[in-house]
Nanobody, 116 residues
Framework: QVQLVESGGGLVQPGGSLRLSCTVS????????MGWYRQAPGKERELVGQ???????DYADSVKGRFTISRDNAKNTMYLQMNSLKPEDTAVYYC??????????WGQGTQVTVSS
């Protein structure tokens, strides 16, 4: 069973930074595309960005230049560095693992609240 565990969420003031982590329980991580998604109250879940096995990244327009995704295959962990946070970034953030169209797993989510 593949498990994904997010951490690092919390309350931060506008303009602040947070770093989220997503740790995967098995080494399938290093062969998988990983993604960060978020869901704000009353809205649909949306893609924040993703990183391939070759470390190619792409991002939603709303976070480009502010958020950075990285991965550490030795630790089976993906990161989301979030800078210049805005109130509209408030959401539950989820990580997702996809592999070869056969595996698709989600974490339980971590709350990020941007507020003064």
């Amino acid at each position: 069973q593949v498990q994904l565990v997010e951490s690092g969420g919390g309350l931060v003031q506008p303009g602040g930074s947070l770093r989220l982590s997503c740790t995967v329980s098995t080494a399938i991580f290093r062969f998988s595309t990983m993604g960060w998604y978020r869901q704000a109250p009353g809205k649909e879940r949306e893609l924040v960005g993703q990183i391939s096995t070759g470390r190619n990244t792409d991002y939603a327009d709303s976070v480009k230049g502010r958020f950075t995704i990285s991965r550490d295959n030795a630790k089976n962990t993906m990161y989301l560095q979030m800078n210049s946070l805005k109130p509209e970034d408030t959401a539950v953030y989820y990580c997702r693992l996809t592999y070869d169209l056969t595996l698709d797993y989600w974490g339980q989510g971590t709350q990020v609240t941007v507020s003064s």
